[in-house]
């Protein structure tokens, strides 16, 4: 697999997206409000139209965010390695459903000093999968061989979860061609015929099917990476040393938000038509991921160990400094 620094150029490229996510400011001399909180607890989260970040919304919708004295703006963005400049220069705090891959490599490149405030969704089967147009002549896995595969960022949690799902079928990875399209461009891009399949996820994966018909032939969720951390909450160092009450209080809030869309499926339904742009009939069919309700140093060691057998990363990350956890 080819080595993640070469998305250096995607990076450069998101920089005028980026620019224009506009943050609530970084005031060294804001004063605390009632609650305590640096800044008057105000916070920007950039987040993607993902069923990952269904947590972030339960919590703006609950107003749980508020009972901690937090003010957040909630900035869509289409890919979270777009919202990576806002982030380092601190006109973003946190990005809602970063895949791992993006941010844990470029901690190991020193690009970015990575702070992880809780973990969002972890992958379950038929969440993820690679789907074809109904009348396509790929009926199994091997056909996907010298055909091309849309993925939202090339080299990265996709292609590296699903190029493990591949050759666990017998599939030589190195003869799929992963091609760049962010998810919401999908469906057009395989009703045009401009791409081959898509490694689609939800919810774009069941719109797909509903409306299209596309047809699953790949589980993008299965062994070997099935329950693999996939994305989370993520912040920088600078900003966790820099505002800690504020980082503890979102994290306590997406505690919370994270066990309610584990346990109850319906409170994710009620969100996902505002922000993911669906149908609620597609929100009530779509596959959820796991919502992990606490931060787990073993179970990210396995998206921390696939990346590390792909040399994806020059050392191994110490995942106790990574994971922010408040001062008492």
């Not at 973003?92 to 490149?109: H, W």
């Not at 920088?236 to 505690?255: E, G, I, N, W």
Request: hydrophobic residues 40%; charged residues 20%; glycine residues 6%.
């Amino acid at each position: 697999m080819r080595s993640f620094r070469r998305l250096t150029p995607v990076v450069a490229a998101s920089l005028l997206l980026a620019g224009g996510l506009a943050g609530c400011g970084d005031d060294d001399k804001a004063a605390a409000g009632k609650s305590g909180l640096e800044r008057n607890g105000q916070i920007t989260v950039a987040s993607l139209p993902l069923v990952d970040g269904a947590a972030l919304y339960i919590a703006q919708k609950q107003k749980l965010f508020e009972a901690e004295g937090l003010k957040v703006k909630i900035q869509p963005v289409q890919q979270s390695i777009a919202a990576m400049p806002a982030l380092q220069k601190g006109s973003v705090d946190v990005i809602a459903g970063a895949n791992y891959v993006t941010f844990l490599a470029a901690n190991d490149a020193g690009t970015l000093k990575l702070k992880i405030l809780n973990e969002g969704a972890t992958l379950t089967s038929n969440m993820m999968n690679v789907v074809v147009p109904a009348k396509s002549p790929i009926k199994e896995p091997k056909d996907l061989e010298g055909k091309t595969v849309a993925v939202n960022i090339p080299n990265n949690i996709q292609s590296l979860t699903l190029n493990a799902v591949l050759k666990a079928k017998n599939v030589d990875p190195t003869k799929v061609k992963y091609k760049a399209v962010p998810f919401p461009q999908m469906a057009t891009a395989l009703q045009k015929g401009d791409i081959d399949s898509a490694h689609m996820v939800e919810p774009f994966l069941s719109a797909a099917q509903k409306n299209l018909g596309a047809r699953v032939v790949v589980d993008g969720g299965s062994d070997p990476v099935k329950d693999m951390p996939i994305s989370g909450y993520v912040s920088t160092d600078a900003f966790t040393t820099k505002y800690p009450k504020l980082a503890a209080a979102f994290q306590r809030v997406m505690f919370k938000a994270q066990a309610q869309a584990a346990g109850d499926r319906k409170k994710v339904e009620e969100v996902l038509p505002g922000y993911a742009k669906i149908t609620p009939d597609v929100a009530s069919v779509i596959t959820l991921p796991g919502y992990p309700t606490s931060n787990n140093e073993t179970r990210l060691n396995r998206i921390v160990d696939l990346m590390e057998a792909n040399k994806l990363l020059k050392q191994k990350p110490d995942l106790k400094t990574l994971i922010f956890t408040p001062q008492s």
